[in-house]
């Protein structure tokens, strides 16, 4: 019997998946928590991991002996040691294209939310003599702006869509695309990221996370006076503390940020008293509908890859598609 190790608590539409897996020959540990210790110790008698958030260290990885496909519960996998994955022959699956309209949809919530001083005009109401906040004029029309995105696949694609919906001017920077070809019909691509920073009004950012941040000091400097910025990237594409020293200095007006550099921040993170900047805990890609995607595919991935039937787009080390 097949063995699958899940960390990380699924949709309730992934548990019930779960339940019925033992009629199909799969037995099944599943782990609430999110952390790597609470599901370290079970390692071992895996074939196959389904993962969500937490790390997968080269330590752990030592331990699965049996292990022979690692599925995460998202896109991104900058917390699982690759190298170690690959130095054992096993494979790393992501769920492909389930959470791109859902981060979307969070980035174009953090631009309007930015122009229109949402978490100022919330404190206004609720604080003593707040109300005259309103007097200010600090609200900005979205209308008409000039949004450059920082990444142009599917979530940059589904954001692009929705800016124009609301009359912004839409340019997108992806040196990817630039090399491999730009797809037609889209928006107007930016060949220099620092041109497209000083022509942009918002900035919402797509990209991974690289060795250093994309967006440092330097082009903070390019940037114009009261930029709007979205990141629902990952921690570290956008230097925190370039970041807070914008937001202090009004170069940057506002910023959604749903990622950290640490997750969660600690409480004397520099950016959680920033009073123009609205926070959440990495949940763009977290809504109902996207949850239970998410959990879905995860496990069948994890299940079709043990069988030999999976689509090969879905593995990252295509080293190990053995379909």
């Known amino acids: 019997m097949m063995h699958l190790l899940v960390a990380g608590k699924l949709h309730p539409s992934g548990e019930a998946l779960l339940r019925s897996l033992p009629a199909r020959g799969v037995s099944v540990d599943y782990v609430e928590e999110v952390s790597e210790p609470s599901y370290a110790p079970l390692i071992a008698k895996a074939d196959a991991l389904v993962i969500r958030t937490q790390p997968l260290s080269a330590a752990t990885i030592a331990k699965a002996t ?8 998202g896109v991104g996998y900058d917390s699982v040691d690759l190298a170690a994955l690959n ?16 981060v979307a949809e969070h980035a174009m919530m953090q631009l309007l939310a930015g122009a229109k001083r949402a978490r100022q005009a919330d404190l206004a109401v609720r604080e003593p003599g707040g109300w ?9 029309e979205i ?24 009359g912004m001017q839409v340019r997108a920077f992806d040196p990817y695309l630039q090399r491999t070809g730009w797809p037609e019909g889209s928006v107007e691509p930016e060949t220099d990221l620092h041109t497209g920073l000083r022509w942009a009004d918002c900035l919402s950012v797509h990209v991974p996370r690289g060795e250093k941040p994309i967006i440092g000091e330097a082009e903070f400097a390019v940037m114009k006076g ?4 979205s990141n629902t990237a990952r ?15 009004g170069k940057v007006a506002a910023a959604g940020i749903d990622v950290f550099d640490t997750e969660p921040p600690p409480a004397d993170t520099p ?6 900047a609205l926070l959440s805990p990495h949940i763009a890609g977290l809504t109902a509908e996207c949850g239970e995607r998410m959990a879905l595919a995860s496990i069948e991935n994890a299940l079709d890859y043990l069988a030999g039937t999976i689509d090969r787009h879905l593995i990252v080390n295509p080293d190990f598609a053995h379909v």
């Open 143 to 166: 209308s008409g702006k000039n949004l450059l995105i920082l990444g142009y696949g599917r979530i940059g694609r589904h954001l692009a869509r929705m800016a124009a919906g609301f």
């Open 132 to 140: 005259g906040w309103r007097n200010k004029l600090e609200q900005q």
């Open 235 to 249: 921690g570290g594409v956008i230097c925190e503390k370039a970041l807070v020293g914008a937001l202090i200095s």
């Open 66 to 73: 049996r292990l022979k496909v690692v599925s995460r519960h």
């Open 226 to 229: 009261g930029m709007i910025l």
């Open 271 to 276: 950016l959680l008293a920033q009073p123009n």
């Open 87 to 102: 130095d054992r022959g096993i494979a790393l699956t992501i769920v492909g294209d389930v959470n791109s309209v859902s």
